[in-house]
């Protein structure tokens, strides 16, 4: 019996998935509340086939985990799970060794499919179609719509560049590395954000993006 490890923070959907797994496709599915919790759990036992990881943890966030997990264990295939599927963010995680990319909208049978496919030795992505015996074809999942711009908040031209990368799963760090920027500035400019957002954290501030859209 495939063996997995789900590292998700929120506990609801958390106990949703464990549940999802064991009774669709009787998985034996273990549970990290936190990246550094899952790091503790496979340096005691790393026999998994496949760790679950959602992006927006407490902490340590997807990315640095993801980064921690392809150093430490290179054979077990990580698949990201997440709400915020911007094409920019999907290119990113597979160029850093995820498995696969699984939205947060998809049904429990469409999880498990694409779970069941990287199992295989494949790699998912939305966009991907299965072949199945009982049909040539299955439709391909919906691809990104383009959204909205978020003119009705007046950032600046600066405060659209951080933005934007905030929302393609960039840390601070390398937001100002790639703006030319210091640190302390990026800070600066997120403040003023989540002002004008009206928001109070990075997740909250996603979460408008994915509703309104923002530039790209």
Known sequence: MPKLLIVEDHALVREALVHVLRVLEALHVEEAASGMRALEILR??????LILLDLALPGMDGFACLKQLKQNYPDI???????????ETI???FAEGASGFIPKYYSGDNLVRAIRHVLDGGAFRPDEAWESPESNKMPIFPQERRKPKLKRYHLTGRQDEVLSLMAKG???REIAERLG??????KIHLSAIFKRLGVSSRTQAIAI?????TKR
Do not use: C, H
């Open 91 to 93: 290119r990113r995680v």
């Open 44 to 49: 005691d036992n790393a026999n998994f086939d």
């Open 181 to 186: 920027l210091v640190e302390g500035t990026v």
């Open 209 to 213: 993006i994915d509703r309104r859209g």
């Open 170 to 172: 960039y840390s601070n």
């Open 77 to 87: 295939p990580v698949v990201i799970l997440s709400a915020f599927s911007y094409p």
